[in-house]
């Protein structure tokens, strides 16, 4: 074979080299920013998993469209929600307490606004398949995680969570109608 082909084989063969060497740092970049993600998500509930050095009972709110408790379906929507089931798990995971809210907040001819009504349970999380910008807002800066519902119950949904399967909402939904 000429010098001219193997010159050509060795650019390809290097080439094709570095595009392997750009995949695995690909992939490896993806890896990392997933185990990042999950170190910021623990990190956040810890961090309200604990008040004055103390293990509380966790707290999960989940926007439902009825008030069957564990069984009920979820809501499309946080803020249009008609009910939150709140939960209250011990220390070893296990549910302890069931409770269904009704939602009464402005959406609903009440007053205020539901994460204002829902920090007064103070919850660890909040469990939902959307949520308005300002909902968002305001439960991140009262430092309770936001998590995307990956099911249609809620006792599936609490299932997921116990299971640490739920993943951070880091968007508000862009269809919020809100002043």
């Known amino acids: 074979m000429s010098t001219f082909w ?84 011990n220390e070893d995971g296990s549910i302890s307490n069931v409770q269904a809210v009704s939602n009464e907040s402005e959406h609903f001819g009440g007053t205020g606004r539901p994460p204002d009504r829902l920090l007064q349970f103070k919850p660890n999380a909040v469990i939902t398949y959307e949520m308005g910008p300002r909902a968002l807002s305001i439960f991140q800066e009262a430092r309770v995680a936001v998590l995307k519902a990956n099911a249609d119950t809620v006792k599936e949904v609490a299932e997921a969570y116990r299971q640490d399967r739920l993943e951070e909402l880091t968007e508000g939904c862009h269809h919020a109608r809100h002043p």
């Open 6 to 89: 193997n010159c050509r084989i060795g650019r390809v063969e290097g080439v094709v080299g570095e595009a392997k060497t750009v995949g695995n740092i690909a992939r490896a970049d993806d890896e990392e920013l997933e185990r990042l993600r999950r170190k910021k998500l623990e990190k956040l509930l810890q961090a309200s998993r604990k008040e004055g050095g103390e293990k509380l009972k966790e707290r999960i709110v989940i926007p439902a469209e009825d008030g069957n408790g564990l069984n009920a379906r979820l809501s499309e929507h946080f803020g249009r929600a008609p009910y939150f089931i709140v939960i209250e798990l």
